[in-house]
T-cell receptor
């Protein structure tokens, strides 16, 4: 039972590069979300999805895109990386938005 | 948007009971309250969830007063390994609507020997 799998675990980018952070879950959860966590701070919601084909913005969506073509996958795209996007990114899933969320191990992203 | 407020930090000693309170003044009728624990370099982990009165599991208890505008996570007899950040979150388990679900800043609990 893999739960929530995030890849890669670490990534270094140059300013202006684009990349996709992958998130997959094998629990058939409808609700998935992406958070970023900066040093010493709590989690801030970037984007979320209540089901395949449905996405919406969270607190800090600028500079990020998401799509939800399947129930299992919820990739996060950085369009043009900026140093301000250096952070740890967590993906989470749950049966629906009110049920306990299962988190991945995070992706540590550094942008130079 | 159900916003939560928690103390930034708390210290305790091994073997003591720790109570962390979360304020959620605009909680909606169907919202449940969920608490998470986060260790450094890990994703948050579910601890307990409840709607009203008291919920207890093998790890913690959750106390919710009648007005539901706050909740208290109680950790019995803490150990050094309970040092972590604790977050409370409110949301509707039965809702499929696209309402934001946000974490607050959390409470850093430090357990001292």
């Amino acid at each position: 039972n893999a739960g929530v799998t995030q890849t890669p675990k670490f990534q270094v980018l140059k300013t202006g590069q684009s990349m996709t952070l992958q998130c997959a879950q094998d629990m058939n959860h409808e609700y998935m979300s992406w958070y970023r966590q900066d040093p010493g701070m709590g989690l801030r919601l970037i984007h979320y999805s209540v089901g395949a084909g449905i996405t919406d913005q969270g607190e800090v969506p600028n500079g990020y895109n998401v799509s939800r073509s399947t129930t299992e996958d919820f990739p996060l795209r950085l369009l043009s990386a900026a140093p301000s996007q250096t952070s740890v990114y967590f993906c989470a899933s749950s049966y629906n938005q009110g049920r306990p969320q299962h988190f991945g191990d995070g992706t540590r992203l550094s942008i130079l | 948007l159900a916003k939560t407020t928690q103390p930034i930090s708390m210290d305790s000693y091994e073997g003591q009971e720790v109570n962390i309170t979360c304020s959620h003044n605009n909680i909606a009728t169907n919202d449940y309250i969920t608490w998470y624990q986060q260790f450094p370099s890990q994703g948050p982990r579910f601890i307990i969830q409840g709607y009203k009165t008291k919920v207890t599991n093998e790890v913690a208890s959750l106390f919710i007063p009648a007005d539901r505008k706050s909740s208290t996570l109680s950790l019995p007899r803490v150990s050094l390994s309970d040092t972590a950040v604790y977050y409370c979150l409110v949301g509707d388990p039965a809702s499929g609507s696209a309402r934001q679900l946000t974490f607050g800043s959390g409470t850093q609990l430090t357990v001292l020997p």
